[in-house]
T-cell receptor, first 110, second 114 residues
Framework: DQQVKQNSPSLSVQEGRISILNCDYT??????FLWYKKYPAEGPTFLIS?????DKNEDGRFTVFLNKSAKHLSLHIVPSQPGDSAVYFCAASTGNQFYFGTGTSLTVIP | EAEVAQSPRYKITEKSQAVAFWCDPI?????LYWYRQILGQGPELLVQ????????DSQLPKDRFSAERLKGVDSTLKIQPAELGDSAMYLC????????????FGPGTRLTVT
C-alpha cells in the first residue's frame, strides 16, 4: 500500500520557468514532509522540508507547500535551471518511519 | 562536509552467493537506515538502527537478509543467498536522532544478481 504517491513520473520545463512537483499522501499521522533530489548514480540529497504545523516553507528558489486537508504537498522551483534536472522524491514521516514516493524526473530544457 | 560512506559502489554476484555491503554514517549520527530502491520506485526501508539496536526491521526479509551495527557506528547488510530479485540500489542513510529529521544518504551500492 503506497502511502506517498507521486503521480507524475516525469516533467519537462523550460529554463527560467516554474517547476511544480506534486505529491499526495494517505496517512493523516504524518507530521513531517521532505523533498529529496537524486542524480544518477548518487544517493538522494535532502532539499527542503516542512512540518505538518506549517503550510509553506521557502528556501531560496525552492518552496514547499502543504495542504493538509487535501493531503497534498508540492515543490515549486523558481526559476528552474538546467542543473535542477534530476529525480525528485517526496517523503513523509511519522515518528521513526519514513515513506517515499516513486519519484518525478524533472528535465529543465535550456 | 561530512558524508555517509558506502562500499562497494557496485557489486555483481551470481544467485545463491553471499554478498555484503558496508556503511559508515556521519560521525555522531545515532540513527542509521538501510533502504532498497528498485528502479522506478522510491526507497523502501529495510532496517533502522538507533545506536546498536534495531528499532524497525519489519520489512527485512529475514530468511536471507541480516544487518548489524555492533558498536553503534558503522553497519553491514548481508544477503545470503542472493536471488535475482535482489538486484537493486541499496542505500544507507543516517540522521542525528530518530524521529522526523532529514536523513543524509550515502551514494548507494548498485547490486546486480546474475
Amino acid at each position: 500500500d503506497q502511502q506517498v504517491k507521486q503521480n507524475s513520473p516525469s516533467l519537462s520545463v523550460q529554463e527560467g520557468r516554474i517547476s511544480i512537483l506534486n505529491c499526495d499522501y494517505t496517512n493523516s499521522m504524518f507530521d513531517y514532509f521532505l523533498w529529496y533530489k537524486k542524480y544518477p548514480a548518487e544517493g538522494p540529497t535532502f532539499l527542503i522540508s516542512i512540518s505538518s504545523i506549517k503550510d509553506k516553507n521557502e528556501d531560496g528558489r525552492f518552496t514547499v507547500f502543504l495542504n493538509k486537508s487535501a493531503k497534498h504537498l508540492s515543490l515549486h522551483i523558481v526559476p528552474s535551471q538546467p542543473g535542477d534536472s534530476a529525480v525528485y522524491f517526496c517523503a513523509a514521516s511519522t515518528g521513526n518511519q519514513f515513506y517515499f514516493g516513486t519519484g518525478t524526473s524533472l528535465t529543465v530544457i535550456p | 562536509e561530512a558524508e555517509v560512506a558506502q562500499s562497494p559502489r557496485y557489486k555483481i554476484t551470481e544467485k545463491s552467493q553471499a554478498v555484503a555491503f558496508w556503511c559508515d554514517p556521519i560521525s555522531g549520527h545515532a540513527t542509521l537506515y538501510w533502504y532498497r530502491q528498485i528502479l522506478g520506485q522510491g526507497p523502501e526501508l529495510l532496517v533502522q538502527f538507533q545506536d546498536e539496536s534495531v528499532v524497525d526491521d519489519s520489512q527485512l526479509p529475514k530468511d536471507r537478509f541480516s544487518a548489524e551495527r555492533l558498536k553503534g557506528v558503522d553497519s553491514t547488510l548481508k544477503i545470503q543467498p542472493a536471488e535475482l530479485g535482489d538486484s537493486a540500489m541499496y542505500l544507507c542513510a543516517s540522521s542525528p536522532v530518530g524521529g522526523s529529521e532529514e536523513q543524509y544518504f550515502g551514494p548507494g551500492t548498485r547490486l546486480t544478481v546474475t
